[in-house]
């Protein structure tokens, strides 16, 4: 059922851990900096450019990584065996975010004025008809590029080559590094929740595209909620 089944590739797995750490490093040494992400970030085009320039060279890195080896194999590029069951797991994964999420939330209230949201700093305050054509963009690559490129990443390659360990060791070290790679504190727990959440769908499907799907469909429903004022 499983991509690579007891086929072991370490010297690949190395790889793609030195990877995905030195993402997770990168984004952490940023946040740490003290670097601002500016309010309006969504309505810049070079937003948009900066990060097709960065998905980009990740693409480029996984498919060095992957080099040789049955690519679509590899990264689960098949369809599952079930649409309906996968798209059940979908909503099912998604509403298992949002009650995640919540709770998590309520916990932190007890503590504080914490916003899951505002610490990313990438979901726009409010709407600006004025740059409408930055939005599209940057809506455009949160909700396309950024979802493909990631689940390849993590729930893709990273899973493939993570499953000859086990399932589940598969599933939550693939979570974490994904959580670790927003450079996020407050909402580490969430994002990781997020990948465990997808990493399953990924394994109960053996397919990447229903995670795409729900990455997908959750970053379009908090930009939408963001500018709409909901």
């Known amino acids: 059922m499983h ?8 010297g690949r797995l190395l790889g793609w851990l030195v990877f ?8 952490y040494a940023s946040r740490l900096a003290g670097g601002e992400t500016p309010d309006d970030i969504a309505y810049r085009y070079s937003s948009s450019v900066a990060a097709l320039v960065q998905y980009g060279l990740m693409l480029g890195i996984l498919l060095l990584i992957a080099r040789g080896l049955p690519r679509r194999k ?5 369809a599952p065996a079930a649409w309906g069951r996968a798209i059940g797991l979908v909503v099912l994964g998604l509403l298992s975010i949002y009650a995640a999420a919540y709770v998590y939330e309520r916990a932190l209230s007890l503590f504080g004025d914490w916003s899951l949201t505002k610490e990313q700093g990438l979901v726009p305050e409010g709407w600006d008809s004025s740059r409408a054509g930055a939005f599209v963009a940057f809506f455009l ?5 950024a ?4 689940e390849l990443t993590y729930r893709g390659l990273g899973i493939s080559l993570l499953l000859p360990w086990g399932v589940a060791l598969s599933v939550v070290v ?11 504190i407050v909402a580490f727990p969430v994002l990781a929740f997020f990948g465990l959440a997808n990493g399953v769908i990924r394994v109960r499907t053996d397919s990447i595209y229903p995670p795409m799907l729900l990455h997908a469909t959750f970053n379009g429903i908090a930009l939408i909620a963001a500018v709409s004022g909901a």
């Open 141 to 145: 690559v949160v909700t396309v590029v």
């Open 3 to 10: 991509d690579v089944g007891a086929e072991k590739h370490p």
């Open 174 to 184: 693939s979570a974490l590094l994904f959580g670790a790679a927003h450079g996020l």
């Open 20 to 27: 995905v750490l030195a993402l997770a490093l990168l984004a």
């Open 74 to 78: 590899l990264f689960a590029l098949r």
């Open 147 to 150: 979802p493909v490129v990631e």
